[in-house]
Structure formats: structure tokens, C-alpha cells
T-cell receptor, first 112, second 114 residues
Framework: AQSVTQLGSHVSVSEGALVLLRCNYSSSVPPYLFWYVQYPNQGLQLLLKYTSAATLVKGINGFEAEFKKSETSFHLTKPSAHMSDAAEYFCAVSGGSYIPTFGRGTSLIVHP | DSGVTQTPKHLITATGQRVTLRCSPRSGDLSVYWYQQSLDQGLQFLIQYYNGEERAKGNILERFSAQQFPDLHSELNLSSLELGDSALYFC?????????????FGPGTRLTVL
């Protein structure tokens, strides 16, 4: 079994501030973890993924995430937010089952 | 552009009707996934096909069915539609059936049931 919890349905930051989107997972097998972004009126696109190589994963648009097994977390960060980062972000876990499980999503709001 | 196409973009229909949503995966991708996205349920996995065969089933209602054709395009059939079926329906594809594969999402079909 597997599940994903994204803490905070909305996160609001100022432009230039640190972005931190939280994701905790549970999985009965070694997990593969993903962050996807969804811009308005578009499908999801991959930001980054963890597949048991390096625990610090770098993605597109300056985002990165760190896999912490002891905390069962895979939080997404970006040092400096841009207005263009405003979107919905989804954390997902997969593993022994072929069924991927997505979190409920976090809406990132960026204020000028 | 992910390379995944979905038609139609929008669909408005009445309760009790039946509709078909179509998806063409990225060139070379063998797996197709269907998802339903709504405000109250979030992104729900419905079903996965790999090279024409059903591989995994999620929260798909019995009124819904899907198939993947020899040319790898897929169709999702929704019947006896209810108001609660109004949602965004996404198709995604991936090269294989491995769970380490990223999925490439189409732009979605917005279904409105009146």
C-alpha cells in the first residue's frame, strides 16, 4: 500500500522568497517519488523524480527535492520564487504496484 | 507540448448520456493511464493499459470502461452519466509499464454533465 500527504492546500510566498512545498509518503516497498506541476488549463508535467540514486534531486526551473527515508519525506524547494512559478504542484509515489498515487496538490501563490 | 493528444477538449452533455474520450499517446509509448480530476476528489487514477492489455485498475466506476487499440490510442467510455461525473479527464502515457517511468500528460478533456 502507498499514500501521499501534501501539507497545505495553499502556500503563499513573495517573489524572491524561498519556496517549500511539503510531501510525506508511505510505501510498503522502496518508493519512486515524483513532483509534477500543473499550470492553469494544462496537464501535469514532470518537475523531478527520485528513483533511488542520489537523495537530492534537481529538476527543471530551479526546483529540487530531497528524499529523506527516516522522515518519509520528499519536500520540494526553490531558493527564489518567480511569478511564473504560480501553479498547482503534485507529489506522487509509486513502487511495487503499478498504480501511481498522487497527493491532493498544493497551490503555490506568488505575490509581487 | 507533451506529445499526448486528447479529444475533445470540452464536452457538455446531459445526465444519462454516454460519451467517449479519446487519447493518443506519445510516439513509442506503450502505456496509457486515465485519470479523473475534480475539486473534491483531487487526481484519481482510473485505469492503465499497456500494449493493449489492462494492467492496473484504480477507482474506476462500473459505468466507465476503457480500451487500448492496436495502434495504441485509447478510449475512455463513460455511460449513464451523472452530475458528479463532471470533471477533467486526463490521459497520460509512458514508455513502459515500470513504476519508475515518468508519465506524460495530455491537456485533458473537460466534461460537464448538465
Amino acid at each position: 500500500a502507498q499514500s501521499v500527504t501534501q501539507l497545505g492546500s495553499h502556500v503563499s510566498v513573495s517573489e524572491g522568497a524561498l519556496v517549500l512545498l511539503r510531501c510525506n509518503y508511505s510505501s510498503s516497498v522502496p518508493p519512486y517519488l515524483f513532483w509534477y506541476v500543473q499550470y492553469p488549463n494544462q496537464g501535469l508535467q514532470l518537475l523531478l523524480k527520485y528513483t533511488s540514486a542520489a537523495t537530492l534531486v534537481k529538476g527543471i526551473n530551479g526546483f529540487e527535492a530531497e528524499f529523506k527515508k527516516s522522515e518519509t519525506s520528499f519536500h520540494l524547494t526553490k531558493p527564489s520564487a518567480h511569478m511564473s512559478d504560480a501553479a498547482e504542484y503534485f507529489c506522487a509515489v509509486s513502487g511495487g504496484s503499478y498504480i501511481p498515487t498522487f497527493g491532493r496538490g498544493t497551490s503555490l501563490i506568488v505575490h509581487p | 507540448d507533451s506529445g499526448v493528444t486528447q479529444t475533445p477538449k470540452h464536452l457538455i452533455t446531459a445526465t444519462g448520456q454516454r460519451v467517449t474520450l479519446r487519447c493518443s499517446p506519445r510516439s513509442g509509448d506503450l502505456s496509457v493511464y486515465w485519470y479523473q480530476q475534480s475539486l473534491d476528489q483531487g487526481l484519481q487514477f482510473l485505469i492503465q493499459y499497456y500494449n493493449g492489455e489492462e494492467r492496473a485498475k484504480g477507482n474506476i466506476l462500473e459505468r466507465f470502461s476503457a480500451q487500448q487499440f492496436p495502434d495504441l490510442h485509447s478510449e475512455l467510455n463513460l455511460s449513464s452519466l451523472e452530475l458528479g461525473d463532471s470533471a477533467l479527464y486526463f490521459c497520460a502515457s509512458s514508455p513502459g509499464q515500470g513504476t519508475y517511468n515518468e508519465q506524460f500528460f495530455g491537456p485533458g478533456t473537460r466534461l460537464t454533465v448538465l
